[in-house]
């Protein structure tokens, strides 16, 4: 009989929670909120903070290599993008009761998933062009539904990410559009590009709707606004016609636009290879799991020394 009562009470407990979320109202760190949402939003925005951090491993090698000191000035100022990101999120994690230091347990043990995408390497100057322009765009298209999300933490801190994404993807137009109309060689370049990361730009939003085992939980709790392929769709109508007017080819010959709808249908996406990487087994997983233990082993004496300074002053 107390089982059954406690089982109603918790019932009506989720009953209201969930009439808050549908009447839009913000879910702050002090309400209640059932376990599972919960779970799903510290897996979620852990996951993200972790793809921000393994995010500036693919362009910090090219700082140094860039063409230009503007070009150097501004890559260097996005990869401090993406490390500030990385702690907004990860202070948004932590209002839901976990520890930072668990979350980076997990990601650098590979308990913890990040973006398959960044398990590519860049291969060239037009690569960190092809990132800014397809990988942070479609990062834009996710992220702006989520200035929305039922979870108050996450949704601010989306907004300040929103407007330096813009700029990532602004810089990395800015990159494929100057190769495409340079010479012979840096079109090559810029085409090279986009043909590697265009697939798993697509693969950026997740598996499909019929496969997608947590969507059904995040749209209804309103964490998330639109399904994986209702984002991908956006991210294909909006970025054909720029490759279009840079004179660049999307790699896809099932690529068709239709004026009656004004969008694109596109072929079918390798899930077997975007199962592959986010098993550890892309081209640069364990490259990037390295360079982030690396990194952990190395700060220690800068975390050992910030905690004796925080226990002198307390």
Known sequence: MQVQVQDEKELAKE?????????GEKI??????????????????????????VGMLPEGNWITRAP??????????KVQDEAGHGLYLY????????????????????????????NYPTLSWADIGAIGWLVDGAAIINQVALTKASYGPYARAMVRICKEESFHQRQGFEIMNTLASGTDAQKKMAQDALNRWWWPSLMMFGPPDDNSPNSADLMA???????????????VDRVAPQAEFMGLRIPDDK??????????TFGEID???????IRGNG?????RMRARQKAHEEGAWVREAALAYASKQA
């Open 15 to 23: 009953k209201a929670f969930q009439a808050r979320i549908d009447a």
């Open 28 to 53: 702050e760190p002090k309400d209640w909120m059932p376990e599972r949402y919960r779970k799903q939003l510290i897996r979620m925005m852990s996951q993200h903070a972790h793809s921000e951090i």
């Open 68 to 77: 230009s000191l503007r070009r150097k000035a501004a890559l260097l100022a």
């Open 91 to 118: 202070s948004a994690a932590e209002t839901l009761g976990i520890e930072r230091e668990e979350l980076i347990y997990q990601l650098n043990s590979g308990k913890a998933k990040y973006s398959s995408i960044f």
């Open 221 to 235: 709790w309103r964490v998330k606004s639109d399904s994986n392929d209702t984002l991908r769709q956006k991210f």
């Open 255 to 264: 690529l068709k636009f239709h004026p009656e709808t004004e969008s694109y």
């Open 271 to 277: 899930w077997a290879e975007f199962n592959h990487v």
């Open 283 to 287: 081209p640069c997983n364990k490259q």
